[in-house]
């Protein structure tokens, strides 16, 4: 009998130690160097003698952007279900960032508020907050510190094939603009063969793997996309407390006909006494691009806006547009080949105004970890582990995208079903701004720490009716 989805995805979020782990395999090669990369050389580390991140940028020591990862000036939010699994893959690692500078918050130093109104405080699920190069380099840190972990700085331009596996990763130097001289290892050879035993493509949303599988012979998976178009912008600005009362911040508006300028905000402590907000509008219109436009919108939203602005602007407001989420359906795929598998954004890109990116991505390596502390015959296609991931993207996919079919200019795909799962949506969604109860579960799912089906339950559904109902008679019949 299979597991049923919610079964898996409990599986997968679990928070207990990893355990039962054992040398399968020589050399493992991880293609590329984000987080959804890092965490899955950190899954191999306990399976692999060694294992090889290949990334064209030059991986920093400490925080800092790199081209390769265009939008980590915007907000990134760590949920508490990936929260839970990157403590889990690296013990400490919450009080390391909190000696670091980055806020760990707990459920009453985070504030919600649905069209002006706050949201009532589930008094369970925190986040850690934080910049995204700040995270990702404390988990690069941990993860290239690992005795049997290294990095190649070099272009993954195909895969090698033995028979019906994956045998190695065919590299190319990385180009320097304007030379025509490449860096990196490798440089002064035009290409070579990096042998493996098992391979991860976590080449993000433009992962090539579809297109080498395709010239090998073999089926490339499909792509499903469902048009966005969000514009974000995002502004830093000095912060006077280091230990600030209130850590995060989501403010969001029911979508209307006429798209608000401002569609959602969020703001969150970060570490060097900062404050990072983000602004996302949708609907055709202009980027925010001007401090004095950005910080006249933010008087719009709830005061914590307006007192965060005044500070010391630092830098320039950022911008970055999104026109698309997609997913590629590797678990339908009836050939291909051993000893290979696709992870985070190269599998699916939410909208990322619901913050499930990094989350997502700490569960696919759960999901990795599960597989290959399962006894796998490595021989034959990891269906187990794109059954266990299917469940992940399901999940985080029926979140982004239930909400952004209910915006007007948004116009399908629409699921099956899809009249019926709106409203159900709507009523969770409503009862959770008033009720604790409901909040607790409806904010397990979107923190990604239980899968949606949860929601499903007679008695929550019967109390979400319950509550709206009350809450929308008049006062005088409420005696």
Not at 166 to 190: A, D, L, M, T
Not at 433 to 447: G, K, L, P
Request: proline share 6%; with cysteine; hydrophobic share 40%.
């Amino acid at each position: 009998m299979s597991e049923s989805a919610a079964r898996v995805f409990a599986r997968l979020s679990t928070d207990e130690p990893v355990t039962r782990t054992r040398t399968l395999m020589a050399k493992a090669v991880v293609l590329g160097g984000s987080l959804a990369g890092l965490l899955a050389a950190r899954v191999l580390s306990d399976h692999a003698e060694s294992v090889v991140v290949v990334d064209r940028d030059s991986l920093p020591p400490a925080a800092a952007a790199r081209p390769g990862t265009p939008h980590d000036g915007q907000l990134h939010t760590l949920m508490h279900g990936g929260r839970m699994q990157l403590q889990r893959l690296f013990p400490g690692f919450e009080e390391e960032a909190r000696a670091g500078g980055a806020i760990v918050s707990s459920p009453y130093t985070i504030r919600a508020y649905a069209d002006g109104v706050p949201k009532v405080s589930d008094g369970a699920m925190g986040l850690i907050s934080s910049s995204r190069p700040f995270l990702e380099a404390l988990v690069r840190r941990r993860t290239l510190a690992l005795p049997n972990v290294k990095v190649l700085t070099c272009r993954a331009i195909g895969l090698e094939f033995r028979g019906d596996a994956v045998s190695g990763v065919r590299c190319g130097p990385v180009s320097r603009p304007g030379s025509g001289v490449g860096s990196g290892v490798g440089s002064g050879v035009e290409e070579w063969v990096e042998d493996a035993d098992f391979v991860v493509d976590a080449m993000g949303r433009a992962s090539k793997l579809g297109d080498w599988l395709e010239k090998a012979g073999w089926e490339r998976p499909a792509m499903r996309r469902m048009a966005i178009d969000i514009d974000y912008a995002t502004g830093y600005f000095r912060r006077t407390t280091s230990d600030p009362e209130l850590a995060a911040a989501i403010a969001y508006r029911t979508p209307t006909a006429i798209p608000p300028r401002v569609a959602s905000g969020a703001i969150t402590a970060i570490e060097g006494d900062r404050w990072l907000i983000t602004l996302a509008n949708y609907g055709k219109q202009p980027p925010i691009r001007d401090v004095d436009e950005f910080r006249k919108l933010c008087g719009e939203l709830p005061p914590v806006y307006r007192e965060a602005v005044e500070g010391e602007q630092l830098g320039d407001i950022l911008t970055y547009h999104q026109a698309d989420s997609r997913r590629r359906d590797y678990h339908l795929l009836k050939r291909f080949p051993a000893r290979l598998i696709s992870l985070g954004d190269a599998v699916a890109s939410f909208n990322p105004i619901y913050g499930q990116g990094m989350s997502s991505a700490a569960l696919h390596a759960s999901a990795l970890s599960h597989y290959l502390r399962s006894a796998p015959d490595l021989r034959r296609h990891a269906r187990a582990f794109f059954a266990d991931q299917r469940v992940v993207v399901d999940a985080a996919w029926q979140i982004s995208t239930a909400a952004d079919l209910a915006r007007p200019d948004v116009h399908g795909p629409y699921p099956r079903g899809y009249r019926l799962t709106k409203w159900f949506a709507e009523q969770m969604a409503e009862a959770s701004v008033t009720d604790r109860e409901v909040a607790v579960r409806f904010n397990s799912v979107t923190y990604m720490r239980s899968h949606p089906s949860s929601l499903a339950a007679p008695a929550t559904l019967l109390r979400a009716l319950r509550v709206n109902r009350s809450s929308r008679k008049p006062r005088r019949e409420r005696g």
